[in-house]
C-alpha cells in the first residue's frame, strides 16, 4: 500500500518520507481502534482504509498549493482528508471542522499522539465559524468537504470560509455531478465562487469518485452563511 501512497504523492511532485508513512500507519490504527467504540467510518478493514481513506485524502493534493497555507476540513468526521493531508505536507495549516463532541474529543486525541503541531480542532458547525463577526470568514485558502452533504448546501458552508483567491474542493462520487444541477449560477455569485470544475479521480477497487473545485474569485455576500435554524431544509434557490 506505501507504493501507492508514493504515486499519489508522486503526482502533486512531492516525496512520502518513513516517517510520514509511519504516521499514516499509525493514524489508522487509531481511527479503526476508536472506530470499534463509536461511529467514525463504515470502513472497518484495514486495506480498504489504506485505500479510501488515505489515498482518497491523498488525491487532493494536486490541487492544493504548493506552499505553506491554511486548510479548512470542513464535516472532518474521523479526520479524512484533513489529518492526511496534514501529515504529508506539515507546511500546512490545518482546521478541522466537526461539531460532534465524541469525534472532536477523538480528534484531539489523536492529534497528540501522532504529535502533529500544525492541527486544530473546532467543534462548531461551519456557518458559525463563517459567520460575520468570526476571524475565520473568508480566511483559509482551500476549504475542502467529504462525504458531508449535497453541493447546494456545501457551497454555503465552505465558500464563505475561503478567501478570494482561494479554492473549495468537495470530494464527491459520481453523483456530485447531479447534485450540481441545483447550485444555481447566480448562489455562486452570491457567495464569491467561479463556475466548477469537475476532475476525474481513480483509485483502485473503488468506484468513479470526483474532485469538485470552485475558486473564490469575489466576496461572501454578507447574508451568507445562513443560521442553522433559519435555514434548515431551505437550501439556497
Same mark, same amino acid.
Given at each position: ?59 487532493? %493534493? +494536486? @490541487?492544493?498549493?504548493? $506552499?505553506?497555507?491554511? #486548510? *479548512?476540513?470542513? &464535516?472532518?468526521? !474521523? ?79 465552505? %465558500? +464563505? @470560509?475561503?478567501?478570494? $483567491?482561494?479554492?473549495? #474542493? *468537495?470530494?464527491? &462520487?459520481?453523483? !456530485? ?61
Amino acid at each position: 500500500m506505501n507504493t501507492l501512497w508514493q504515486q499519489l504523492v508522486s503526482h502533486a511532485k512531492g516525496e512520502l518520507t518513513v516517517s510520514q508513512t509511519a504516521l499514516l500507519n499509525r493514524y489508522l490504527d487509531l481511527l479503526l481502534t476508536a472506530n470499534e467504540r463509536m461511529n467514525l467510518t463504515r470502513i472497518t478493514d484495514r486495506a480498504a482504509a489504506e485505500v479510501q481513506h488515505v489515498g482518497d485524502a491523498l488525491t487532493l %493534493l +494536486p @490541487l492544493v498549493p504548493s $506552499g505553506p497555507h491554511a #486548510l *479548512a476540513d470542513v &464535516g472532518t468526521g !474521523g479526520g479524512v482528508p484533513g489529518i492526511p493531508i496534514a501529515i504529508v505536507r506539515p507546511d500546512v495549516r490545518v482546521m478541522l471542522i466537526e461539531s460532534t463532541k465524541k469525534k472532536a474529543t477523538f480528534l484531539r486525541e489523536t492529534i497528540a499522539q501522532l504529535g502533529l503541531s500544525n492541527v486544530t480542532v473546532e467543534d462548531r458547525r461551519a456557518e458559525e465559524i463563517a459567520a460575520m463577526n468570526s476571524k475565520s470568514r473568508e480566511s483559509f485558502d482551500v476549504v475542502v468537504a467529504r462525504a458531508v452533504a449535497t453541493m447546494i448546501w456545501l457551497v454555503e458552508w465552505c %465558500l +464563505p @470560509l475561503t478567501k478570494k $483567491g482561494g479554492r473549495m #474542493l *468537495a470530494m464527491k &462520487g459520481p453523483k !456530485g455531478r447531479e447534485e450540481l444541477l441545483a447550485v444555481h449560477p447566480r448562489t455562486l455569485r452570491f457567495l464569491g465562487g467561479t463556475e466548477p470544475v469537475v476532475h476525474d479521480v481513480a483509485l483502485p477497487g473503488t468506484d468513479a469518485r470526483i474532485i469538485i473545485q470552485i475558486d473564490k474569485t469575489g466576496r461572501t455576500d454578507k447574508r451568507f452563511p445562513r443560521d442553522p435554524t433559519s435555514a434548515k431544509g431551505k437550501p439556497m434557490a
